[in-house]
């Protein structure tokens, strides 16, 4: 094997890795956002309950009700206010658990976006580099124009840029999964840093929502990166 395909057999094996390495991150990143979702979603139980309405006390019903079972312990719910003082705090605790596991899921979230984004430049500089050992002006400007853009239409060319085989594609699906997760995460992190105890059922529903479909995510282009490992 000549000098040419010595180099370009490192480069492929040394970009092989570091895509293995990205995808097991992003893997890790995903397994995060779904136990995000789940303080979300614990965090609207929570606060649900905090909200809910007391008893109704102009029913004849419930007014019948208190007075055939006029116990110490209805009767202390009656006097504060139809609220159990204990469950009230546990509530509030609850509420203040989740939050802070919302914002220890932002800061584990993000410390893995880091390192993707670093093994992303790490994939590109080497193969910058085997392009600077042939003075390959042509893939370069592939390298320029497909994959240190990180802008919609970087995604609307990406299934060109998978045609091509070798390290090149698996750069351009790294730019592209890290462009789509670091939108991804600046969504989940704005829906964390409005929550607060005005926050309407209906928003919160809607931010439920938009964390289960995780919107900015293309699944064919992931389902394409994990063919290139299990492949």
Not at 97 to 106: Q, V
Not at 157 to 178: F, K, P, V, W
């Amino acid at each position: 094997m000549d000098h040419e395909g010595l180099l370009k057999d490192l480069t492929d094996k040394t970009v092989d890795t570091i895509f293995a390495d990205f995808m097991a991150r992003c893997a890790k990143l995903e397994e995060l956002a779904d136990a995000g979702e789940g303080f979300l979603r614990g965090f609207y139980r929570e606060l649900e309950i905090c909200r809910r309405a007391p008893l109704c006390k102009t029913s004849s019903v419930v007014d019948e009700v208190i007075n055939s079972n006029y116990t110490d312990k209805l009767k202390e719910y009656v006097e504060a206010g139809f609220n159990n003082h204990e469950n009230v705090v546990k509530n509030i605790s609850k509420l203040n658990s989740y939050k802070l596991r919302l914002e220890d899921y932002l800061i584990k979230a993000k410390a893995v976006l880091d390192e993707l984004e670093s093994l992303k430049h790490n994939a590109i500089d080497i193969i910058k580099h085997a392009i600077d050992e042939h003075s390959s002006d042509c893939v370069f400007d592939f390298l320029e124009d497909n994959i240190t853009q990180q802008s919609q239409s970087v995604r609307e060319d990406a299934q060109e840029s998978l045609l091509l085989d070798g390290s090149m594609s698996r750069s351009t699906l790294m730019t592209i999964i890290y462009g789509m997760l670091k939108l991804e995460f600046s969504m989940q992190e704005k829906i964390i840093r409005s929550l607060n105890l005005k926050t309407s059922s209906s928003l919160f529903e809607s931010y439920c929502l938009f964390w289960e479909l995780r919107p900015n995510i293309d699944d064919n282009v992931m389902h394409q990166a994990w063919k290139y490992v299990s492949g």
